[in-house]
């Protein structure tokens, strides 16, 4: 039949315009403006998908983010997997397929399934597909599922981004009511954020042929949409759809392509006083036999397409409705020149304004459609009185129909507010708000525009009002279009085997599976949903989701408000991963921290690597020819013979200031520190409230009320915390300022038994003697003409200066000691060598010895834990961990029998070597220069007492012996750190 | 019960499935019970299913303050596993992780178990090490757990692109642990609503618990709910994330604290990702579901709370992450995210226990309960007939908090 699809004149389109577009592999002609579904319609295609489970053919059915049946998957440089038809716009050059069917939507050879459904309902593959083993079965259902394929790159142009704002008002849906809301709101002066999926403001006024103060809607649409642009303190963006309602009135709003340019989505995460909720109402589907034939559409659809779209979905229509809303349709349909056999309304009766509308066309009130005829395209319908009586077959190639209207409630129920069931329109409403949330127009429920303008207003006005903005009186534009009344049908029950009847046509999940859930005892709206998968398709059963809860109610016998809804969850409609990112990726996410040095390590090969606390820093610096072993033995001897410097600059440094910070110290630290002396500092170990070691690190102090505390690197942030949490909760009352000073100080730390003589060749106005400048003191003064504060402090156990200067001297000081060491061989040191010989003198490391299970006593620091403090944090736990009964793991070296053999870190110790329960593990293992062989250090039960015996570490195949020991393996006393 | 079968499916489709029986009743609710649980979760039904079976106890009822399996059952990313750090934990996961493997025979309802491994993806040095220490404890007790290159990490996922020599987190290795498996979470909560019901069990829901009653000597006599008291000698409360709630309610304090955590999935596409995915270096994990949404999950809510809400940083962060070692995911879409609500103890091992409440049985404390449901509903059957704890579990009684004698499991939060 030759026929145009496409109106002569009208509709949205810019018919200058014309945009070549492949579908199926198949090109068509479209307009700017038109989406892939209008395009479509206008080329005359039915058969735009397949289904999920029985590879039935479908076609269009909405026209927006409702669409169930559907979904494309698009190709080459917009490539996305799973679009509703309805939501992509086309341009040229676009390609787009059908997900779900193989070899074509036209003949797809998994519709084989539908030979099969009676052996598939609801739920089957529980009760099936166990024998021998659901691995044989898993691999072709994964492939049967899953819709269309992921995007297989990255999208080869363009970026995504993110933004903040804050709002007085944000208002969602810029349909009249939030139009209203939003020129109220800006009027009065606050910022008002209007945001709209749609590529157009003015909703459902896009779709539909009414007036606003006397003229066409969309004129006044226009308007507004000038007004709001003229006004500073408006923010009014379209293709920006508010996909999440969070806590604290945080709302997330996606806009796809702003500026058309290489920006492909942009997150906005806007932070409101107020949130209207203007989101408009989606509507319902009618059940019955094979509802989901291509040519069986929503009315609104099709309204939508006759009219903003200029697009001819059929010749020939039934309509068929249990509500007013869809006479208008009608009108406008016939309007469009489509004959419409008949209205089929539920209703016994129908109201003369209704019937005004629609005069000449028949109208079979109390009827309804029972069934639609055709494959691929519908060909008639059956209707039938509604108490039964026989049947009458109509012929039409378009079916439209209507089961009311949803509100979209879905943001305000993100939001947590409260949902009600009103029973004179059928459709749950906002009930209590959670947040600082209006709702208005048709997602309330009220269907008239003259309700969505007023309600739009008021809104707008109590919420600027609200944020201190006066709106002043405000006069709403007449408007007229006819009240709403319904009454619901939530499917027509058919005798006999007349077909599927649909009530979510993405999963395919019909009225039997309902039914069959609800006979298995599978009673709960919640348990129905997941027995049948119905409302978890990507539409999220927006069309569906009604009469699901509609027919569990018939079910038990009970009231819709008992039954109740599915939880809404964000998002609204889904949002790519890449926009919610925006642009943070990896060192967006993790940046890096440096030190000043940077640059001067890799020059001088330094090999970088993450260690802790998002620090990159030099591992090794390896030299022509070496082994990483050697590598690491020529640092460690340069420390150990000569000397070496590190930049300990990564090390957590506070800066502790105020009346209070000696006791706070007394409480966070075991031991005692508020009888140091100023210049002088002390280490000391933290536990958290449990009893367990949570830091180490030094305290000095500068003077009375000032000190400058430092802990481990990969600690530095959670301690911060700790401290904080301690003076905002514990002790709120205590002065005590905490200022982190990681990188307000650079060092370089000279270490080594000629770290002196160094010094002394870099000039310093420090006296270095021992004697006035002790281990565990600080100085401040000049090196090598460099304002310093030099502290002595020894993480590898020799004679060390820490050289702290501000970070803008830290490559100058650098330079300087690499030249003034240059005649005692100096060698800079990495992590590595760090590593083995903080492990040769039994220095702690947290992630090695400290791993979350250990006290001081297990350490042997029992000196540490002071005897004459009343109390400090963790000492009533590690007082109570120490009466029971349990043996500790303790700290002690490991001399593996083998010295060339080194224990793997982390290998467990177990009885004997054997297989069986752990009595401990290897912290740490590495050559030790100084030893000449492999050391290391482990916990193990009892430990100290067990020195001289032989531990055993179990691998894979096997056991590595090793001697227990005392845990330091270089100068037991400590002379060469103090000297 | 009902067998479940391609048989009976094709008996039944002969008279259009009219036949099938309820899988479980909805009994009168009685005023007095050998054993009250509380909970129609994993492990309340769990515990319910193995009294009958294994312990012959069948005056038991399960009362649920929704609909059976709609708590964090119902929310949770499925991923099972044993790959536990300390000798309590290890052995209990494995039975556990066994356990599943046989549950869709045991209970005759297919819970879609698929072994499908579980590859760590390894970004630092320290992570790398604490993993091997994981290895060679768990290879004590012959849970599977190796060291892969990158190269072979690579090849097992090759959605993987990100992550390479000039990333800011270039992947170092991977470990894989073969046990590891996911399958369907509805179907374990009705399969042993199911089979339990089958064996007498009674299941109640819509039934909340207000308060725990004591009588004179201070013993549980019983629970006062919505629908009235029902009494019982024996409660135990598997209220995962309420646990402080229902306790406190008898007076009984726990040390446990309740947090937020929440997962996300994707729209479903074809399949690209066959095994389970966990990168503890960035923070987030996924399966792709036989439905063929990515379910992806990443690090809990800092700080306590009662609240479902998704912290947008967090699951910023989280999203952000998996497209620094996931890039072509920056156009899969969102389509669907949720929280639920955990209680951990300090040491982030479980608590299934006696109390001090005489007859008053908890079990708690599940960061990743979920692969533990079998075990420990079968342990914890055992304690509540037995009045002794199982082997299994008898690491997990509150008995250790006596001391603080913590069996840390802390550094695991990664992967749930
Ligand atoms: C996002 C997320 C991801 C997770 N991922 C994993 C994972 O991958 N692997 C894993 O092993 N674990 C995972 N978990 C953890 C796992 O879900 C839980 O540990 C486990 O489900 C808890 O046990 P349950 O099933 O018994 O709890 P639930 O299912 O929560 O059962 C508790 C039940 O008690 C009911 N209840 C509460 N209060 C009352 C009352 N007063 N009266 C009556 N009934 C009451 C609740 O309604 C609920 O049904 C995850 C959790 C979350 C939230």
């Given at each position: 039949m030759a026929h145009d699809y496409r109106r002569p004149t009208g509709g949205r389109i810019d018919r200058n315009r014309k945009l070549r577009f492949h579908f199926n592999g198949k090109p068509y002609d479209g307009f700017e403006g038109d989406t892939l579904a209008s395009a479509l319609i206008a080329n005359g295609v039915s058969v735009t998908a397949r289904s999920f489970k029985y590879h039935r053919p479908r076609g269009i059915v909405g026209s927006g983010v409702e669409e169930p049946a559907s979904l494309v998957e698009l190709e080459g440089a917009d490539a996305s997997a799973n679009n509703q038809i309805t939501t992509v716009a086309i341009r040229s050059g676009l390609r787009a397929k059908s997900v779900n069917c193989w070899p074509s939507a036209e003949f797809d050879l998994g519709a084989i399934n539908q030979l099969f459904a009676r052996l598939i309902p609801a739920g089957f593959y529980y009760k099936t597909f166990k024998w021998p083993s659901w691995h044989l079965f898993e691999p072709i259902i994964r492939r049967a599922a899953g819709l269309a394929a992921a995007p297989s790159d990255p999208p080869a142009h363009g970026h995504f981004e993110a933004r903040h704002a804050h709002a007085d008002v944000l208002i969602a849906g810029a349909g009249p009511s939030g139009l209203m809301a939003a020129l109220v709101a800006g009027r009065a002066g606050a910022r008002v954020f209007l945001a709209d999926e749609a590529t157009e403001a003015g909703g459902s006024l896009l779709s539909r042929t009414l007036q606003i103060d006397g003229r066409p809607a969309m004129d006044w649409v226009a308007d507004a949409v000038a007004e709001l642009a003229m006004m500073d303190n408006v923010t009014h963006l379209q293709n920006a759809t508010v996909w999440a309602y969070r806590e604290h009135n945080l709302v997330v709003v996606n806009e796809r392509k702003p500026d058309h340019g290489a920006l492909l989505e942009r997150s906005w995460r806007v932070r409101a006083r107020k949130v209207i909720c203007a989101t408009g109402a989606i509507e319902r589907a009618m059940v019955f036999a094979n509802n989901d034939r291509p040519g069986v559409m929503l009315v609104s659809a099709v309204q939508t397409y006759v009219n903003r779209y200029a697009a001819i979905p059929g010749n020939r229509a039934v309509v068929f409705t249990n509500n007013d809303s869809a006479y208008a349709a009608a009108a406008d349909m016939a309007a469009a020149g489509i004959s419409i056999a008949a209205i089929v309304d539920c209703r016994d009766s129908v109201s003369a304004r209704n019937l005004e509308q629609v005069a000449g066309i028949e109208v079979l009130a109390g009827h309804v459609v029972t069934a639609a005829k055709g494959r691929?395209?519908?060909r008639a319908v059956t209707v039938s009185r509604r108490d039964g009586g026989t049947a009458r077959e109509i012929r039409c190639d378009l079916l439209a129909h209507s089961g009311g209207w949803n509100p979209a409630v879905h943001l305000f129920s993100q939001s947590r507010g409260t949902l009600r069931y009103d029973p004179t329109i059928a459709c749950f409403v906002p009930d209590v708000p959670a947040q600082p949330t209006l709702s208005v127009g048709a997602a309330t429920g009220r269907m008239t525009l003259a309700d969505a303008l007023r309600t739009g207003a008021e809104a707008g006005s109590e919420a600027a009002s609200a944020c201190g903005f006066d709106s002043g009186p405000c006069d709403v534009p007449e408007s007229d279009d006819i009240a709403y009344t319904i009454e619901p049908l939530w499917r027509v029950d058919t005798p006999g085997p007349s077909g599927k009847a649909f009530l979510d046509i993405q999963n395919d999940v019909s009225v039997d599976d309902v039914l069959l859930a609800l006979r298995e005892g599978y009673s709960n709206v919640e348990h129905v949903k997941r027995y049948t998968t119905g409302g978890m398709g990507i539409d999220q059963g927006k069309t569906g989701n009604i009469n699901i809860i509609g027919t569990i109610a018939q079910h038990h016998g009970v009231n819709l408000r008992d039954v109740g809804t599915t939880t809404f969850r964000s998002p609204y409609t889904p949002v790519s991963f890449g926009a919610i990112a925006g642009l943070r990726e990896e060192s967006v996410l993790f940046p890096y921290r440096h030190t000043p040095i940077t640059a001067w390590n890799q020059a001088n090969g330094a090999v970088m690597y993450e260690a802790g606390a998002r620090w990159r820093r030099p591992g090794y610096f390896p030299r022509e020819g070496e082994s990483f072993q050697d590598t690491v033995n020529r640092e460690c001897r340069a420390v150990r013979e000569r000397v070496g410097v590190y930049d300990g600059s990564p090390l957590g440094t506070f800066e502790l200031k105020g009346r209070d910070v000696a006791r706070f110290l007394d409480f966070i630290y075991t031991n005692v520190m508020s009888n140091l002396k100023p210049g002088n500092g002390r280490y000391g170990l933290m536990l958290s409230d449990d009893g367990l070691i949570l830091d180490d690190g030094v305290a000095f102090r500068i003077d009375e009320h000032r000190w400058v505390v430092s802990t481990s690197t990969g600690h530095a942030d959670a301690i911060h915390q700790h401290m904080e949490k301690i003076l905002q909760t514990l002790r709120p009352d205590w002065q005590v300022y905490v200022t982190t000073v990681t990188s307000q100080w650079n060092n370089a730390t000279v270490c080594g038994p000629k770290a002196r003589e160094v010094m002394t060749a870099l000039g310093t106005?420090?006296?270095?003697?021992p004697e006035s400048f002790p281990f565990m003191s600080f100085r401040d003064g000049t090196v090598a003409g460099l304002p310093a504060r030099v502290m002595r402090v020894s993480f590898t156990g020799e004679l060390s200066y820490e050289v702290n200067v501000a970070p803008r001297h830290m490559r100058m000081l650098w330079d300087r000691v690499m030249k003034a060491g240059a005649s005692f061989d100096i060698e800079p040191v990495g992590s590595e060598a760090s590593h083995v010989l903080r492990v040769e003198k039994g220095f702690l490391s947290l992630g090695h010895e400290v791993d979350g299970t250990v006290d001081p006593y297990d350490l042997g620091m029992s000196w540490v834990m002071s005897k004459t403090k009343a109390d400090f944090l963790g000492k009533r736990s590690v007082d109570l961990r120490r009466q029971g009964s349990r043996r500790r793991r303790e700290l002690v070296g490991l001399l593996p029998l083998d010295p060339n053999r080194a224990i793997p870190e982390g290998a467990p110790l177990t009885p004997g070597g054997r297989k069986e329960a752990t009595e401990g593990v290897t912290t740490a293992c590495v050559w030790s220069v100084v030893q000449n062989r492999w050391v290391g250090l482990g916990l193990i039960e009892n430990g100290r007492t067990r020195h001289g015996e032989t531990a055993y570490a179990r691998l894979k195949d096997g056991a590595i012996p090793a001697i227990i020991t005392a845990p330091v393996f270089h100068d037991l006393e400590g002379e060469r750190l103090r000297s | 019960m009902q067998n479940y079968s391609i048989l009976s499916l094709a008996r039944n489709a002969v008279c259009s499935h009219r036949n099938w029986r309820q899988a479980w009743r909805s009994p009168p609710l009685k005023d007095r019970y050998d054993v009250i649980v509380i909970g129609a979760g994993g492990h309340g039904l769990a515990t319910a299913y193995y009294l009958a079976k294994e312990f012959g106890i069948t005056g038991v009822a399960v009362v649920e303050?929704?609909?059976?399996?709609?708590g964090n059952i119902a929310r949770n990313t499925v991923t099972i596993r044993s790959n536990y750090m300390r000798d309590e934990s290890i052995p209990f996961y494995v039975k556990s992780v066994a356990m599943f493997e046989g549950l869709t025979r045991e209970l005759n309802?297919?819970?879609?178990?698929?072994?499908?491994t579980m590859v760590d993806v390894v970004q630092t040095y320290p992570k790398m090490r604490e993993l091997r220490r994981r290895q060679l404890t768990m290879d004590i007790y012959g849970a599977t757990y190796e060291q892969i290159s990158t190269a072979e990490l690579r090849r097992r996922i090759p959605a993987l692109t990100g992550g390479g020599a000039d990333a800011r987190l270039p992947i170092i290795g991977g470990m894989v642990h073969t046990d590891a498996a996911v399958n369907r979470h509805d179907a374990v909560a009705w399969g042993y609503a199911r089979a339990a019901d089958a064996r007498g069990v009674e299941i109640h829901q819509q039934t909340a618990v207000k308060a725990l009653i004591r009588d004179g000597q201070g013993a549980i006599e019983g629970v006062e709910t919505n629908r009235g008291t029902i009494r019982a000698r024996k409660v135990v409360v598997a209220v995962s994330g309420h646990t402080t709630s229902v306790t406190e309610t008898a007076g009984l304090r726990l040390p446990l604290r309740t947090m937020n955590l929440t997962a996300f999935v994707s729209e479903p596409v074809k399949p690209l990702v066959d095994v389970i995915v966990n990168c503890p270096d960035s923070g987030f994990y996924f399966s792709q579901s036989?439905?063929?949404?990515?379910?992806i999950g990443g690090a809990p809510d800092m700080g306590q709370s009662f609240r479902r809400d998704i912290k947008q940083h967090v699951f910023e962060d989280t999203v952000s992450a998996m497209l620094s070692l996931f890039p072509a995911f920056k156009k899969l879409k969102l389509m669907r995210q949720w929280g639920g609500h955990l209680d951990i103890a300090h040491d982030a091992s479980p608590i299934m226990s006696k109390t001090d409440v005489e007859g008053l049985f908890v079990t708690a404390g599940w960061w990743g309960g979920y692969k533990a449901i079998p075990a420990g509903g079968l342990t914890l059957a055992h304690l509540v007939a037995k009045g002794a704890p199982h082997p299994l579990m008898a690491p997990f009684t509150l008995d250790r908090f006596r001391h603080l004698d913590f069996i840390m499991e802390s550094g695991t939060t990664t992967a749930r």
């Open positions: 691929k395209r519908i106005s420090i006296d270095l003697s | 303050r929704g609909w059976l399996g709609g309802f297919n819970m879609m178990h698929s072994k499908r036989d439905k063929g949404e990515m379910v």
